[in-house]
């Protein structure tokens, strides 16, 4: 009954996909890690819809969620190539080819995610969109990423000197592997479809990420200690091929902006919620939660990264304002 059910409800959807893909002109391609469902996915879903009314059923967008169009890094290059359309990602797989990407992606430069919003929303914010602009992209906007901490299978961190000689996994950034040595423990970049099966067989003792990744990849079923060191607070970003962009009349340009700006606010109030729920399920499945620790060594080890990142007088300046930004 439950297979014909869940048939029927494949069936019904792909039916109801065909008729909306039929009506549209171009069907834009956009591509996601996360599972449908997830916060990232459905406001690029929003997107879309608002997109379609805007251009009078002219664009549409799918979003192949859960990897399908490949992970990450291959999929940003694919981006940049004009064989995925739109694609949803982290700013850290930016970092190592936008040098921008790194200032928000440095730890513990945000305070907390109303000052990340304040920032993204304003000047600095607009700086970074339009950096993607050399780089065959087009910026459209910022989601939410929560703030990441680590977690592993093998004990409890509960200080700095607890994580001496572990290894975690990091997303494919450098600033990310020196960020996890300066800690004192060392870190594996890898693609985040690896990560499960590489704690599973030991490859790695963890990774670090934030509740509803950590949820809703399955993470915490084989890593059972969380510590809530909080030391990043790294912005998602949400980019349009160059060659895709190019095609679109300046007021299809407009069109795809506001859609997208649309779809800000949409999921921040889908990211609070999943967030909870995340926090919820991985806490009711018995995962060892530190929540107290003491930041203070963390925040005064990332000097040496911070050195070595920041350093044109640009990225200082951004820097600089960031702080100040109240
Ligand atoms: C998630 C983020 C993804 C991806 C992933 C990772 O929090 O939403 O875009 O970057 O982390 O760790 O690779």
């Known amino acids: 009954m439950t297979i014909l059910k869940t048939a029927a409800a494949t069936l019904l959807a792909t ?3 065909t008729a909306t893909s039929f009506a549209c002109e171009v069907t834009l391609k956009s ?18 819809a608002e997109l379609e ?9 799918e979003v192949f ?35 921008e990407t790194k200032i928000p992606s440095l730890p513990y430069i945000f305070r907390s995610v109303e000052h990340m919003h304040k920032v993204m929303d304003g000047p600095v914010g607009e700086e970074i969109l339009d950096a993607f602009a050399d780089h065959d992209l087009i910026g459209l906007g910022f989601y939410d990423g929560g703030s990441r901490s680590f977690y592993n299978s093998q004990k409890p961190i509960n200080s700095m000197a607890d994580l001496d000689g572990l290894k975690f996994r990091v997303m494919q950034s450098d600033l990310f592997v020196d960020m996890v040595a300066a800690l004192g423990a060392n870190a594996t970049p890898m693609p985040y479809g690896e990560v499960y099966s590489s704690i599973q067989t030991g490859v ?22 969380y510590t809530l060191d909080q030391h990043l607070i790294v912005p998602e970003v949400l980019v349009m091929s160059k060659t895709t962009w190019d095609k679109l009349s300046a007021d299809e340009q407009a069109a795809v902006r506001a859609a997208a700006k ?34 203070t060594p963390f925040i005064e080890a990332m000097k040496p990264v911070y050195e070595k990142y920041v350093t044109s007088d640009k990225l200082k300046d951004m820097v600089a304002r960031i702080q100040a930004t109240k």
């Open 262 to 295: 649309s779809s800000v606010p949409v999921m921040r109030e889908l990211w609070a919620e999943r967030e909870k729920a995340s926090e919820a399920k991985v806490r009711e499945a018995g995962v060892k939660i530190v929540s107290d620790i003491d930041k």
């Open 53 to 61: 009314k805007a251009t009078n059923g002219k664009y549409c967008i």
């Open 204 to 225: 790695i003792d963890g990774a670090e990420n934030n509740w509803p990744s950590f949820e809703s990849s399955g993470h915490y079923e084989v890593a059972g200690y």
């Open 15 to 17: 039916v109801a996909f």
């Open 65 to 99: 969620h859960s990897a399908q169009l490949g992970q990450e890094k291959d999929t940003i290059e694919q981006t940049q190539f004009g064989v995925i359309d739109l694609n949803r990602v982290s700013l850290g797989p930016f970092n190592n080819i936008i040098e």
């Open 31 to 48: 591509s996601d890690t996360h599972p449908d469902g997830y916060p990232t996915v459905e406001a690029v879903k929003h997107m879309g």
